[in-house]
């Protein structure tokens, strides 16, 4: 695969960045690795894709937590293909525009570490802040999209704090039932659980997730069998990558 310089990376992120934002479009893939040029740009699959795995790359830095969650979900299905997936607009916390060249470039170095699992892999760019929302993003740009009109299945990446956001009906002015039902009907969450101290430990995380609960926010009890529950590995906090001005 052809090297490209850390700078010029950054730069050419930068542009592309720019030329994303001043666009109408929810959703774009900056580029797809492993490199053809040492010119970054996104390719579309050469094959169906049955399964896409999305990371949700609002991580700064990635760690090697981040790079496990995805291993993991790329052995567990074939004919797959790996999003790296960063939103400009993030729901609970104000965007630094600054700091996206350097984590889009930081998220490419990141899916070099992991060409070795065999898949393609893109670095994309979207608008919006909700899974729901960025779930349709990708499928309406039909980047993905068979000769047959079939869309792979999307199984979003996360951590359990991202899975409680998901059930809040706060985030959803259209109601719970309306953003989420499309979601689940084609969407899947595989979420990493991991003991810290406002959500308690594995077990507690595991328990948390009920029928019960999903209804008394208003939304469907099938929706808990589209969910994924993974226990997370000690000691995978350390930053799997740094690119130069981070």
Known sequence: MPSIDPKTLVSTFSRALTSFQSSPDAFRILCTLPHTSNVPAPRRPGRPVQHLVVLDSSFNPPTLAHANMARI????????????????????????????PIRLSMMEAMGRELLDEGVEIDVAVTT??????????????????????????????????TIVRIFNPKYYNEGIQNALQPFFGRCKVRVTTRPDETWGGVEEQRAWLTRERVKDVGGDEAWVDRVEMVEGREGDEDVLVHVEGS
Not at 81 to 96: C, F, G, I, T, Y
Not at 129 to 156: C, L, N, R
């Open 73 to 100: 979900a790329l052995r567990s299905e074939g004919h797959q293909r790996l999003m790296l997936l960063l939103s400009v607009n993030n729901a609970d916390k104000a965007p630094k525009p600054a700091s996206f």
């Open 128 to 161: 919006m802040p909700f899974f729901h929302d960025k779930a349709k993003a990708i499928t309406e740009s039909g980047f993905y999209v068979a000769e047959t009109g079939e869309q792979p299945t999307q199984t979003f990446l996360a951590g359990f704090d």
